[in-house]
């Protein structure tokens, strides 16, 4: 008798194991390959059962209603931050989705983020693999600028691949997102299954969480330049090139000069403000000078943009 109450209790630890197991779990993944992350993303609510019986249905073809909304959710991508004047609709975007389906909301994010997106695209079409892939890897890009390594994957069907989605395939590939099979096939005009897009989205995932993008490079402000030239001698003249940036950390020079003809083209850079310093917000003249024989007439040239403040001399006398 006084085992029955031990016996109760283990009873019950196993029935509450079991219901947990089962509450997320779904019953026909466990022999498929992504089963664990099938059961992951079941896990975190990203995704959900076909029918009363909640299967998963992993070898299900998966149409743009179901793919969109699934890469919407899973990258949590929102337009929360955006004030817009007039509500956006999903037709805006797509003129054969419907505005008030349980997908529209995914469509209307989809389309404000541009995930290449067919226009003519219908919420019942059926996604291929390289379609996927594509609004996958352009979801993935929403997040920051990765750096990916500069190899190509040799793909033995890459002449049935439409260009314009090839290189978000090999991004994947590279990535170790997605995979090609034993013979080294991608079948990008196949339906993708159920089962390979929620691999492949917790994937990509997994890649953005613990991925650190890449910090742009500031780009430098296009500035209106002046030239003034003056005589130095009879040979020689001064050139002189001013302008007006907003503060003190910016400035310009002189990257280069080119003779064509009875012209010389002076190439002037942009130099960028140090970051780690900090500079009064207050518009600022600058200049720079360099002397040309004066049997040329000077020319500008806009030239790319220099580094920092910080940089040496570009070789050129400059005052």
Not at 228 to 240: E, H, I, P, S, Y
Request: charged share 20%.
């Amino acid at each position: 008798m006084k085992k029955k109450p031990f016996f109760l209790l283990m009873m019950a630890v196993i029935m509450l194991l079991t219901i947990s197991q089962s509450a997320f779990a779904f019953n026909d993944v466990r022999n498929d390959p992504n089963a664990q992350k099938i059961t992951e993303l079941q896990k975190q609510g990203i995704l959900k059962g076909q029918g009363k019986d909640g299967v998963f249905n992993p070898k299900g073809k998966l149409t743009y209603a179901e793919g969109i909304s699934l890469i919407v959710k899973g990258l949590d991508l929102n337009i929360d931050h955006v004030r817009f004047i007039k509500a956006p609709l999903a037709s805006d975007y797509f003129p054969n989705v419907p505005n008030k389906e349980w997908y529209s909301q995914a469509f209307i994010i989809a389309g404000f983020y541009d995930l290449g997106i067919d226009k003519s695209v219908k919420p019942t079409d059926v996604m291929t693999r390289e379609q996927y892939a594509h609004h996958l890897f352009k979801a993935i890009l929403t997040k920051g600028d990765y750096a990916f390594t500069e190899i190509y994957m040799v793909v033995k069907d890459q002449a049935d691949i439409t260009e314009a989605y090839s290189d978000s395939i090999q991004k994947l590939l590279i990535t170790d997102i997605a995979e090609l099979d034993k013979s080294g096939k991608f079948f990008p005009k196949k339906s993708v299954t159920r089962s390979d897009a929620a691999g492949w989205l917790y994937g990509a995932i997994e890649f953005v969480k613990n991925t650190t993008p890449v910090t742009p490079e500031p780009e430098a402000p296009s500035f209106d330049l002046k030239l003034d030239v003056a005589a130095v001698n009879k040979d020689v003249n001064k050139v002189t090139i001013s302008t007006q940036v907003p503060h003190p950390g910016y400035g310009i020079r002189i990257a280069g000069i080119s003779f064509e003809g009875d012209q010389a083209f002076i190439q002037v850079e942009t130099v960028l403000p140090n970051p780690d310093q900090m500079y009064p917000q207050v518009i600022t003249d600058v200049q720079v000078s360099t002397y040309v024989d004066a049997a040329y007439k000077p020319v500008l040239e806009a030239s790319a943009n220099a580094e920092t403040a910080s940089s040496g001399s570009t070789g050129f006398p400059i005052e």
